[in-house]
């Protein structure tokens, strides 16, 4: 397929402000699609070149891709430069400024999507010295054998800032009309999606076997398997109603999630809870489990804490160190790690997703020698709310967050917030107003002191039904003078120009400055009130509320939910 088809129908998307509209345009398009680019299609319309899990990234530093949009167009950097200033963005100078190209720069044929996309590979694939100069080249003939308005994508996929507002569940949504002529048939993609997370897989299955093939995706080890989350209760009491009688209680940790996966080879491959390849931050991780845990196999879950050097935990700034990519090795001996083993996934050939707890951990028992770095997690199994509660004081006085209930027949809901795991906080009880996990969507500019910052930004909640962000509050306190600092630079690349498709918003709180829903912040909030500025839920928004931190590790889409805020509020 011509890389052009895709260009009309991206600049289709691009001016469609309604996200029904954008499942439409996408559902119409995808359908004609040949089976063989329906992968490397769903790929690029989500802005990425691989899934999202293998993270490919192009790795052409920022200002060489405005150098190389001016070289592929002839014309001075400055030139380029200048129009770069007037529209803000890299992908419309790139149209603009190659609209004029020489005819002599034009090279012969028309840019295919494969070659598209095994060039971008390339690109990404070249490292070391003078790789740079060679990424450039590459990209310059790319943006040379492009259309103008296919340049405008090009250079915006060069500079990872290719964002048309189309997220998973929208383009599930789209592959689920196109296919199936249904749009109900989205649940079976999402399931398949939360056990197989690789939107060209699920595309190119969906187009060339139907959903008999999507039923049949299964677990792959290597790949990850989106993560099981907790619901929450605002009584104590209510998770009986939820899980009657006996009870596993577990633990809660505040340290990082993670997914761990040995291969027949031997090979083991650390994920995080967005799904991001941690392997080699945690070579010590890797190693205790080759050594402790006995399986050809597997697949497991666990929280892996900071240690102290008698084996004390530590908080979870601490841990928080050992994200990293250099000097790795000196922090392995700074910052011991524990990982504490909370659920087996699969085992020796053979998925445990859908057997009861009990036996997932009456096997994960089995399989794990404990050792000072490698043990499971803490817990009881009760059917005495007393005792329950009593577990989780003790938990408290151990400084952990509080404790997770568990379902003993409870399946693994791979990817979905179920009532088989109910977690309860300690902020509940010391009934310490609650904290959010919020998208930023806008920003206001800085006055005074916060000139050249922002001054406060516009939040939202997720609205999973509809894959939108609702906003809920405006953030102003708690942001110190470091973050204020770093706010720009960490916002810069998400700056969009008008409002995300995905973002509903009340004109009355229109930001002065758009963003791509990416960076998640946790806030505490006092109270929650009707409003008719916010769109979160029934219009519902935040009082008083205040920065805590960024949550690094969670995706837009983990967020809390408007319908999770609603629920608060219907509780107060
Ligand atoms: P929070 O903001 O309260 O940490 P969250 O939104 O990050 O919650 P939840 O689904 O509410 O995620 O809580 C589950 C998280 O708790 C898991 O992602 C995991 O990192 C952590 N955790 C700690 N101990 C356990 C445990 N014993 N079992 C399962 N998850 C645990």
């Not at 089995?366 to 329950?388: G, M, P, Q, W, Y």
């Not at 922002?454 to 962000?469: I, M, P, T, W």
Request: aromatic fraction near 8%; charge should be neutral.
């Amino acid at each position: 397929m011509e890389f052009q088809k895709l260009v009309e129908i991206l600049n289709e998307l691009e001016k469609t402000s309604s996200g029904n509209a954008m499942r439409e345009i996408l559902a119409e398009f995808l359908v004609k699609v040949p089976v063989d680019d329906i992968a490397v299609v769903c790929y690029l319309i989500l802005g990425q070149i691989s899934s999202e899990y293998e993270a490919v990234v192009l790795g052409i530093a920022d200002k060489s891709v405005l150098k190389s949009v001016a070289i592929a167009a002839g014309v001075e950097l400055g030139k380029a430069q200048k129009i770069m200033q007037e529209t803000g963005d890299v992908g419309l100078t790139a149209e603009r400024v190659l609209q004029k190209k020489t005819q002599t720069l034009i090279p012969v044929g028309k840019l295919t999507l494969h070659e598209l996309f095994d060039k971008l590979h390339k690109i990404a694939a070249l490292t070391g010295t003078g790789s740079q100069e060679a990424k450039s080249n590459m990209l310059i003939s790319l943006l040379q054998k492009a259309s103008p308005s296919g340049a405008k994508y090009v250079a915006r996929m060069a500079l990872g800032t290719l964002r048309l507002g189309a997220g998973d569940m929208t383009l599930l949504d789209a592959l689920s009309m196109a296919y199936t002529n249904d749009k109900k048939n989205k649940a079976l993609l999402e399931h398949a999606y939360n056990i197989c997370p690789d939107m060209g897989i699920i595309a190119e299955t969906l187009a060339k076997k139907g959903l008999k093939g999507i039923e049949k995706i299964d677990i792959h080890v290597g790949r990850p398997i989106k993560m099981m989350l907790c619901q929450r209760v605002d009584e104590l009491e209510e998770i009986e109603d939820k899980i009657p009688g006996k009870k596993a209680v577990e633990a809660k940790y505040d340290g990082e999630r993670v997914q761990a996966h040995k291969d027949l080879k031997g090979k083991i491959t650390l994920f995080s809870r967005r799904l991001e390849n941690i392997t080699l931050q945690f070579p010590d991780l890797v190693q205790e489990l080759d050594t402790q845990v006995s399986a050809k196999e597997f697949i497991m879950e666990g929280e892996i804490i900071a240690i102290d050097k008698e084996g004390q935990h530590l908080p979870f700034q601490t841990l928080m160190q050992r994200r990293r990519k250099y000097d790795v090795k000196q922090y392995v001996k700074d910052i011991p790690i524990q990982v504490k083993l909370f659920d087996l996934l699969f085992w020796n050939g053979k998925s445990f997703l859908l057997l009861p707890y009990e036996q997932r951990m009456e096997r994960l028992a089995k399989i794990v020698r404990k050792s000072k770095h490698v043990t499971l997690a803490d817990k009881i199994v009760t059917e005495d709310v007393e005792e329950l509660n009593e577990f989780f004081q003790q938990m408290l006085t151990e400084k952990y967050e509080g404790i997770i209930v568990k379902s003993l027949t409870g399946e693994y809901q791979a990817g979905t917030r179920g009532w088989n795991w109910i977690k309860w906080k300690k902020d509940y009880v010391q009934d310490l107003a609650d904290t959010f996990d919020l998208v930023i969507v806008g920003a206001y500019h800085g006055q005074g002191r916060r000139s050249g910052t922002y001054g406060a930004l516009l939040c939202a909640a997720y609205n999973e039904k509809e894959d939108v962000f609702e906003t809920v509050c405006k953030l102003g306190t708690g942001l110190t003078d470091e973050v204020l600092a770093e706010l720009p630079k960490k916002l810069s690349k998400y700056k969009v120009n008008q409002r995300p498709v995905r973002l509903k918003v009340k004109k009355e709180m229109e930001p002065e400055v758009w963003f791509e829903p990416k960076i998640v912040v946790e806030v505490l909030g006092a109270e929650l009130t009707k409003s008719p500025f916010h769109t979160c839920g029934s219009g519902l928004a935040l009082r008083f509320p205040r920065f805590l931190q960024f949550r690094e590790n969670k995706k837009a889409e983990q967020a809390t939910t408007s319908k999770e805020i609603e629920k608060m509020y219907g509780m107060k």
